[in-house]
């Protein structure tokens, strides 16, 4: 991928990043990741479709609800508002091209500041895609989907489409349309639906059900209108279950499936499932991406760890590989994704200042993912994996088992048959045989 670097070069000095395998000790090239290295039939950037963040990356300042900033930009300087997302998009894909990143995702309001003013909000967000697409064209990045902020404005404290006043919800509305036109305009693949404040933070003040179904209203809304610009892609949900909320509706991957078969949503709409999203719904990242690939419904993953001391979305950059090797196992079998990618939803640390570590934190990131996979790969293709999963269910192969499971039996059949077969004999479910087989190809 070429570099691309605006009027200022932000990142001096560092990139472009390279595949330089495992013999390698430079902290700023790839160990694993090498983009056309065929694993299971398929390049690895076609299995991964990496794609950056531009909320952490070229936003996220380190502040936290004790301290302000401690990340200052460059690209934030200029007081034009335009100008400052011009130089801020600079930055951005000079650090997509150094890191050879092939996609990124957005926010509206990651991409410009927005006021209080609509027509003026369409705009900015109009000229600053001006931009994007030169820069997209000039690149070879490529969007892997947009999306609209409707968390942080103080308008949306009580929730957007799900607030209980119609002037709000005509407000994510119109910031909704704007973000599915700059998506299409950008020849995005997806649009993605995060519901921040889609929820409650007491049942006291609550109607659930008008608030839910106002919520599929707004989607249905808004899925018609794309589909009449002639959008394409896919529709994502990403399941998150509290924070900023108390209660998301989106819960987990099964509420969500739920709720779009219940109000006709699934002809449109896949999962985008995320790393720490999971673990704070109770639940493993695995656990999540088998219930969508089970519904034919995994559409995209936010890549990111959490941290077992403490619950809540601590966006870490991923480097867990047995965690990442079992869910890679569950994306080959899937055949991949539906439409997505791996987006980093992630954050360097606070007290990460350097420029560097941007660089340090994806390209971490990014060889785990490329290492899990061909760990993968082996576990599917060198051990008896899949014969030990298979033979577990050999009594369903023939005979009554598998009457039973053609619909042949009855409740009195069953009875019949435990008489008949007798008590049956243990057989042992081999979890260390299994964990130990993912370590035997780590
Ligand atoms: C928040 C989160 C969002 C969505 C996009 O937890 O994951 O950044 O991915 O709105
Ligand atoms: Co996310």
Known sequence: MQVLTGTTEYFKGIGPVTFEGL?????????????????????????????????????????????????????????????????????????????????????????????????????RLQAITDYALEKQAASGVQLLWGTANLFSHVRYMNGAATNPDFNVVAHA??????????????????YVFWGGREGYMSLLNTNMKKEQEHMARFLHMAKDYARKQGFKGTFFIEPKPCEPTKHQYDYDAATVISFLRQ???????????????????????????????????????????GDYQNGWDTDQFPNNLNELTEAMLIILEAGGFSGGGINFDAKIRRNSTDAADLFYAHI??????????????????????????????????????????????????????????GEPQQISGKQEYYENMINRFI
């Not at 509305?173 to 997806?190: C, F, I, M, R, Y």
């Not at 599917?380 to 619909?407: I, K, N, V």
Request: net charge negative; hydrophobic share 40%; with cysteine.
């Open 23 to 123: 013999e390698s000790d430079n902290p700023l090239a790839f160990r694993w990741y090498d983009a056309t290295r065929v694993v299971a039939g398929r390049p690895l950037k076609d299995w991964l479709r990496f794609a950056c963040s531009y909320w952490h990356s070229f936003n996220g300042n380190g502040s936290d609800p004790f301290g302000g900033p401690t990340h200052f930009f460059a690209w934030d300087q200029r007081s034009d508002v335009l100008d400052r997302a011009r130089d801020k998009m600079d930055a951005a894909f000079e650090f997509f091209t150094k890191m050879s990143l092939p996609f990124y995702c957005f926010h509206d309001v990651d991409l410009v500041d927005y006021e209080n003013d609509v027509a003026e909000n369409e705009r």
């Open 364 to 421: 971490g990131g990014m060889d785990a993912f490329a290492r899990a996979l061909i760990i993968a790969d082996n576990v599917l293709q060198r051990s008896e994996y899949r014969q030990l999963r298979a033979d577990r269910y050999q009594s369903f192969a023939d005979g009554t088992g598998r009457d039973f499971e053609e619909g042949k039996l009855s409740l009195e059949a069953l009875r019949d048959l435990a008489i008949q077969n």
């Open 173 to 190: 509305g119109a910031q909704v349309k704007a973000a599915l036109d700059a998506t299409l305009k950008l020849g995005g693949e997806n």
């Open 263 to 305: 109000y006709d949503l699934l002809d449109d709409f896949k999962l985008n499932i995320e790393v720490n999203h999971a673990t704070l719904a109770g639940h493993t990242f695995q656990h999540e991406l088998q219930v969508a690939a089970d519904a034919g419904l995994l559409g995209s993953m936010d890549a990111n760890r």
